[in-house]
């Protein structure tokens, strides 16, 4: 199976910035697109970022501009650098991947735990 472990969260305020960061372990064949999703209290989860293989990303119209998605598909890591920070960017963040298990191949898609920001007015 796959593991995503995120980190980087924390607290800052309003204009601030933070880089999250997800690495995936376990394993893997390969990974395909990995993203950003969050979740705000009461708020369904919503996509913020993705980024294939290539280096093709897209992203949500609120953070564009002020979000940037990359990877390092030598670690299976991703990032998301997060600048001029809102509060309503608030949300628990979690990582998404699509990929291929070693020996069976078989193609899942994985979560990880989420990593909690908070941006103070």
């Known amino acids: 199976q796959v593991e995503l472990v995120e980190s980087g969260g924390g607290l800052v305020q309003a204009g601030g910035s933070l880089r999250l960061s997800c690495a995936a372990s376990?394993?893997?064949?390969?990974?395909?697109?990995m993203g950003w999703y969050r979740q705000a209290p009461g708020k369904q989860r919503e996509l913020v970022a993705t980024?294939?293989?290539?280096?093709?990303?897209n992203y949500v119209d609120s953070v564009k501009g002020r979000f940037t998605i990359s990877r390092d598909n030598s670690r299976n890591t991703v990032y998301l650098q997060m600048n001029s920070l809102k509060p309503e960017d608030t949300a628990v963040y979690y990582c998404?991947?699509?990929?291929?298990?070693?020996?069976?191949?078989?193609?899942?898609?994985?979560w990880g735990q989420g990593t909690q920001v908070t941006v103070s007015s």
């Open positions: 998404n991947a699509d990929a291929k298990v070693l020996y069976t191949y078989e193609q899942n898609n994985y």
């Open positions: 376990g394993s893997i064949f390969r990974i395909y697109t």
């Open positions: 980024i294939t293989t290539g280096g093709a990303t």
